[in-house]
T-cell receptor, first 111, second 118 residues
Framework: LAKTTQPISMDSYEGQEVNITCSHN???????ITWYQQFPSQGPRFIIQ???TKVTNEVASLFIPADRKSSTLSLPRVSLSDTAVYYC????????????FGTGTKLQVIP | KAGVTQTPRYLIKTRGQQVTLSCSPI?????VSWYQQTPGQGLQFLFE???????NKGNFPGRFSGRQFSNSRSEMNVSTLELGDSALYLC?????????????????FGSGTRLTVV
């Protein structure tokens, strides 16, 4: 199972774009990359998922370079309500691997 | 559609007791996973059930067990509670099929059960 590494914490001002990078050097061919958001005392919430290049939805974009050894979650124009922990998860849709969440990145949005 | 429902929301137990937590997945989802979350250890995988069978298990002692019913609802049991079992216990469901574990579209988590052992 690909191990992921993320910054422990980040600060950003409201209205700025935030980029959180996740390193997954031993990602396997069949692995997808998924990002989750978690608020205190709640379960993680699915944000976005991708395999390669760029994926965009209504809340975020996910950039994956050609070698797929890292990925970047981009949150446009963050607000105070985006203050949360963000987890990067790498896994194989066809495998029986134990699902492991990393330590996550605690994003603090400052007014 | 209804999300993942976990009951109870909060629970206080005494050391040595046992506890049962319940999780109702999204309708149609056959996979249910359980996680323990603590400030020190983060989100740790407990086990995953698919169609009433445990498919995968994390590195937890045998005091932690679970089961899944024919309607996909799942229960988790912790026996002989220890202070260190105090945590947020999260359940997640996914629409994976028999040969899959990691779902396209991600997991849907419940709000969790906050267990405090005193």
């Amino acid at each position: 199972l690909a191990k992921t590494t993320q910054p422990i914490s980040m600060d950003s001002y409201e209205g700025q774009e935030v980029n959180i990078t996740c390193s997954h050097n031993n990602i396997a061919t069949n692995d997808y990359i998924t990002w989750y958001q978690q608020f205190p005392s709640q379960g993680p919430r699915f944000i976005i998922q991708g395999y390669k290049t760029k994926v965009t939805n209504e809340v975020a974009s996910l950039f994956i370079p050609a070698d797929r050894k890292s990925s970047t979650l981009s949150l446009p124009r963050v607000s105070l309500s985006d203050t949360a922990v963000y987890y990067c998860l790498v896994g194989d849709t066809g495998g029986y691997q134990k699902v492991t969440f990393g330590t996550g990145t605690k994003l603090q949005v400052i007014p | 559609k209804a999300g993942v429902t976990q009951t109870p929301r909060y629970l206080i137990k005494t050391r040595g007791q046992q506890v049962t937590l319940s999780c109702s997945p999204i309708s149609g989802h056959r996979s249910v996973s359980w996680y323990q979350q603590t400030p020190g250890q983060g989100l740790q995988f407990l086990f995953e059930y698919f169609s009433e069978t445990q498919r995968n298990k994390g590195n937890f002692p045998g005091r932690f067990s679970g089961r899944q019913f024919s309607n996909s609802r799942s229960e988790m049991n912790v026996s002989t509670l220890e202070l260190g079992d105090s945590a947020l216990y999260l359940c997640a469901s996914s629409p994976v099929e028999a040969g899959e574990l990691f779902p396209l579209g991600g997991y849907t988590f419940g709000s969790g059960t906050r267990l405090t052992v005193v």
